[in-house]
């Protein structure tokens, strides 16, 4: 709204720029595809402007137009760009504050990662005092398709992202026991999505099992996750789930952590 004069409203948005950003606020903040109408009553601009905004974020791949006609989700260049502002983060001293704790709670390795385009990106980890342990250095990428943390970040994703990345990712085989049918794995997300946690059943590597949880931003997206891994004769599944009470208290208090360096 314009005053008499010419003068804009005070807190009016008046750039193309700020216009983008409080729709993309908007499809960030909701748990679900959001259509036209809703941001229209939620936005005071006009629905010609948040159409004409809606296509162009569309062709830059921030968002995605959902199969529900006139629907958007967030998309994978705006998901890649908060990957990277997320990794520029001064993260490093809460982190392995927490991460200590857990390791002198499970004695084992612990990590936590970020779904960069469709690799996993491990931004800190903290080994567990036995030598026997898989040796990944913090900036290690690992497949999504066939770790704990890769499979429950994908599970997370919009099923548009998710289908997205399988359809173009080469799902290797490492093992007898890695996944490698977009079906397969698709069971396998639903299944992650109703328990909470992700098990790697030495998918990746032989003799190697890991469980991941996520690490949820304030709106309840799963913005990275944390994972336990050790080799399957400490680590069974039913060892591994022992570890998700102390698991859950660190992912929260590493959420709560980033939370207060972005105020």
């Not at 066939?146 to 970040?153: D, E, N, R, V």
């Not at 590597?205 to 891994?229: Q, Y």
């Not at 069974?236 to 929260?252: N, V, Y």
Request: overall charge positive; glycine content about 6%; some cysteine.
């Amino acid at each position: 709204m314009v005053y008499r004069g010419g003068r804009k409203k005070p807190g009016e948005p008046s750039s193309a720029l700020e216009k983008a950003l409080l729709v993309l606020g908007e499809l960030t903040r909701s748990p679900r595809p959001v259509g036209l109408a809703e941001l229209a009553a939620a936005i005071d601009l006009p629905r010609q402007t948040i159409h004409r905004i809606l296509a162009q974020l569309e062709n830059a791949q921030l968002i995605l137009r959902a199969p529900q006609r006139d629907r958007y989700v967030v998309g994978p260049a705006l998901a890649q760009l908060s990957v990277q502002a997320l990794g520029t983060l001064n993260t490093a001293a809460p982190i392995r504050s927490v991460l200590e704790r857990l390791v002198g709670e499970t004695g084992e390795t612990c990590n936590v990662g970020i779904l960069h385009q469709d690799e996993i990106i491990y931004i800190e980890r903290m080994d567990g005092p036995s030598p026997l342990r898989l040796q990944l250095q913090v900036g290690s990428r690992a497949p999504v398709h066939c770790t704990a943390i890769g499979k429950l970040l994908l599970a997370n994703q919009h099923k548009n992202i998710r289908m997205r990345i399988l359809n173009t990712l080469p799902l290797q085989h490492f093992t007898k026991t890695t996944l490698t049918s977009a079906a397969a794995l698709e069971k396998e997300f639903a299944t992650i999505r109703s328990s909470g946690y992700s098990f790697n059943n030495q998918e990746y590597f032989e003799g190697l099992t890991a469980i991941a949880i996520a690490i949820r931003d304030a709106s309840g997206k799963a913005i990275a996750a944390l994972a336990v891994h050790a080799p399957s004769t400490r680590m069974d599944r039913e060892k591994a789930l022992s570890f998700l009470p102390g698991m859950t208290e660190i992912a929260k208090d590493i959420s709560s952590s980033w939370s207060l360096l972005e105020e």
